[in-house]
């Protein structure tokens, strides 16, 4: 078990952490990212394609803590999407250009090669960029492609995500833009306390890990918890009763009756957060939260 804080270690360390990464740390995410965009504009064989590079994830999302700040960033193939949910109605065209999956993952390669030099390619999803001290930190690349879902439900009748083929086979379905509108509406509808309280629980999920108490979790995990937390209860007292109210309340959806954590959905409110494809089970959540209430001293 972890070690307990007192109450008063307890405040200085949410007054620490309730604050996003300073100045100097965001001019090297924002260089890593700018980097990247350089080198897909310079490579010559995506001239006249439309491709988005952007960041996905904590870094845009402003939950990202100090010290833990590596940077997500999709190469995003538009000129050839994947869909779920067409009918006859709204089927597109067949797609009839030169890329295939395969093809697109290998001129990312190409072109972060011949900006970069140094790169680490054997991870089935994405490309690392390695960190060069006080100038960028680690940079993950994913090569993936516009992913479209048909809803009558949606507004404008559908959901725009990415696609990602892993080197595996296996694919995965993201929503970062999604995430990034709905993870912005809870925190002004919160008074900005969303983001504080995930924030926290991640600088604790760090704290936990280093001590041993839990496995590495991927920082996503915790916001996903904590955007389930009802916006009263985040808006409730001072900062310190928001924090101790918000994972009581996570605990609650995780141990109660009547599935509580298969009702919790991800901050893209599409995917479920327990469920096929994931990285964590309800097990993770369990522990994370149980250890963060011992370890801030809010069990009583």
């Not at 067949?94 to 190409?110: H, L, N, Q, S």
């Not at 995965?172 to 504080?196: C, D, H, M, S, V």
């Not at 009802?230 to 009547?258: K, N, Y």
């Not at 901050?267 to 370890?295: C, M, S, T």
């Amino acid at each position: 078990m972890a070690r307990q804080l007192t109450y008063e270690q307890r405040i200085a360390l949410i007054n620490r952490w309730k604050s996003p990464p300073g100045a100097s740390e965001q001019v090297r995410l924002d260089r890593a990212e700018r980097m990247v965009k350089e080198a897909v504009r310079l490579h010559e064989p995506f001239h006249g394609f439309s491709i988005t590079v952007a960041a996905k994830g904590s870094y845009p999302n402003n939950t990202n803590v100090r010290g833990d700040s590596d940077v997500d960033i999709k190469v995003q193939l538009n000129n050839l999407f994947f869909y779920d949910g067409a009918s006859w109605l709204n089927r597109p065209d067949p797609y009839t250009g030169p890329w295939t999956p395969e093809e697109f993952r290998a001129e990312v390669k190409r072109a972060l090669v011949g900006h970069f030099r140094v790169i680490e390619t054997d991870h089935n999803i994405a490309f690392n960029v390695p960190e060069v001290v006080g100038s960028r930190p680690s940079t993950d690349v994913v090569p993936c492609f516009k992913y479209v879902f048909y809803d009558s439900s949606a507004v404008g009748g559908q959901y725009e995500g990415s696609i990602v083929f892993g080197r595996d086979g296996k694919k995965i379905i993201n929503w970062p833009e999604l995430q990034l509108a709905n993870g912005k509406a809870k925190n002004t509808r919160t008074n900005l306390r969303y983001k504080f309280v995930v924030r926290v629980l991640k600088n604790v999920e760090n704290d936990l890990t280093a001590q041993g108490v839990i496995k590495a979790l991927p920082s996503y995990f915790a916001e996903c918890l904590i955007y389930n937390v009802p916006d009263h209860i985040l808006l409730a007292g001072g900062f310190d009763d928001a924090v101790r109210a918000s994972l009581h309340e996570v605990d609650r959806q995780l141990t109660g009756l009547w599935f509580g954590a298969q009702r919790m959905v991800e901050p893209n409110e599409i995917k479920k957060v327990f469920g096929e494809g994931q990285k964590w089970a309800e097990k993770d959540g369990r522990e994370l939260i149980e250890g963060a209430l011992h370890y801030l001293n809010y069990e009583g």
